[in-house]
């Protein structure tokens, strides 16, 4: 991330001063979008990180090795936060502690207990508190949350949503000693990849009642945590729900289908479909005298392209909701349930028990710190070539 590889000299657009700690993948790739003026209102003032090698920038862009000498430098007016999850809850208080507007990477915390600590620093709502949930900004999600909003699929009655495209291999893992493991990460799949998909799930759906979950640790990688779940959800209505995921699966799936009283919707490959059920499916089968006839539907494809602004949006809007309290698209608060729903599936698989919401934060909490103190596992020594193929691919 230094200004020979970038190539580029300045610190981006003038207006918010914003400070960036953690230069790894993302926190680079964030860095990079404000220098190149990508997110007009925003100026790269300040980085952290730990590794001195990462912090070759700018002269106006000022440098340091520790975040609590960054946030009180009096250098920024808010701090993106991409360094390992554990550290989101620490950093995260501090800053907010310090009077800053915050915008934490996903997971906003490892466990649930954290992210309750961490939304209890923030005290003075005039700071912004914001949470890197880039999906959000997906047209195609959006038109499906609107969809069931707005009453058109009828209740909802089953969800299936297979998220097996998450493929990572041996050097992915490999790649950072925090990655996939109980001290580091806190979890696996669960924790890394699909905290986008639960928020969407909770942001499309909301909370279920309880969950029933088997997830396998290490099935396809040297890892002791998680790389491969199913969990079977119930919701108040009697809705059910089932989620997959897998890092091991190639070529993997991402297809969401939703089964409503008015017809299905399923999105899958860049096409949302909406088959839509003249008659509600129960009064169909209760009215009709024939003994295998279904609905009729109207078939439609909705136009829908490309997956919206994603990292940037969200950081525009962080900034548009600083200079001028625009909405935020996703309030850091809300993201304690994917974080919680991401615990529950853990807790339950573990326990081989179904596990009701609200999770008991306290006693997962105690879980996780059992799995860490009890981890016998060691991570095998990263590569030169393992970090830059993960590099590379990120971009
Ligand atoms: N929104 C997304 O699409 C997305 C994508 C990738 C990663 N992330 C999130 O970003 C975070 C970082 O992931 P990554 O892949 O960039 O990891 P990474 O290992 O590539 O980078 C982490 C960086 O943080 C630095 N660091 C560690 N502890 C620090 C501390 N206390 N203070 C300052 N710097 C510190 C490390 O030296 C490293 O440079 C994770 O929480 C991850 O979930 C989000």
Redesign the pocket.
């Known amino acids: 991330m230094n200004k020979v590889r970038l190539g580029i000299i300045g610190t981006g657009n003038k207006g918010l001063r914003l400070g960036i700690?953690?230069?790894?993948?993302?926190?680079?790739?964030h860095a990079r979008s404000v220098l190149e003026g990508k997110i007009p209102r925003m100026e790269l003032a300040a980085v952290?990180?730990?590794?001195p090698d990462?912090l070759e920038f700018d002269s106006q862009v000022k440098t340091f090795?520790?975040?609590e000498e960054l946030i009180r430098s009096g250098a920024v007016d808010a701090v993106l936060i991409?360094?390992?999850?554990y550290?989101?809850t620490?950093?995260g208080i501090d800053a907010l502690k310090n009077g800053l507007h915050v915008l934490v990477?996903?997971?906003i915390s490892v466990h649930k207990a954290d992210c309750e600590r961490l939304i209890a620093a923030h005290t003075n709502k005039r700071q912004v508190f914001a949470a890197?949930?880039?999906?959000r900004t997906d047209p195609f999600f959006q038109k499906v949350r609107k969809l069931l909003r707005s009453g058109k699929l009828g209740e909802i009655r089953r969800v299936n949503w297979i998220v097996t495209n998450w493929f990572r291999t041996e050097a992915y893992y490999a790649?950072?000693g925090?990655?996939a493991t109980w001290a580091g990460e806190g979890g696996g799949v669960l924790?890394?990849q699909c905290?986008?998909n639960l928020d969407l799930f909770q942001w499309i759906f909301g909370m279920p009642k309880r969950v029933r979950a088997f997830c396998t640790m290490g099935r396809y990688h040297n890892i002791e945590v998680e790389d491969d779940v199913t969990a079977y959800f119930e919701y108040a209505n009697g809705a059910t729900a089932v989620f997959i995921a897998s890092t091991g699966e190639a070529p993997g799936t991402n297809r969401l289908e939703i089964a409503g009283e008015r017809g299905r919707v399923v999105y899958e490959n860049d096409e949302l479909r909406f088959m839509r059920n003249e008659v509600e499916m129960s009064k169909f089968s209760r009215t009709s005298k024939q003994a295998f006839a279904t609905p009729s539907t109207w078939d439609v494809r909705i136009p829908l392209s490309g997956h919206g602004g994603?990292?940037n949006e969200i950081l525009c809007n962080f900034a548009n909701a600083i200079l001028d309290n625009a909405p935020l698209i996703a309030p850091a608060q809300e993201g304690i349930h994917s974080v919680e729903l991401a615990n529950a599936i853990l807790f339950s698989s573990l326990q081989g028990k179904t596990i009701e919401f609200p999770l008991d934060a306290k006693a997962y909490e105690r879980k996780l710190k059992q799995l860490v103190a009890g981890s016998k596992f060691k991570k095998p020594q990263k590569t030169e070539k393992s970090a830059s193929d993960?590099a590379q691919s990120?971009r």
Not at 21 to 29: K, Y
Not at 132 to 135: K, V, Y
């Open positions: 700690v953690g230069l790894g993948n993302m926190g680079a790739a952290c990180d730990t590794n990462k090795t520790r975040s991409a360094t390992p999850h550290s989101h620490t950093i990477e996903k997971p890197m949930f880039n999906q790649s950072g925090w990655r924790l890394n905290p986008h994603q990292h993960f990120f």
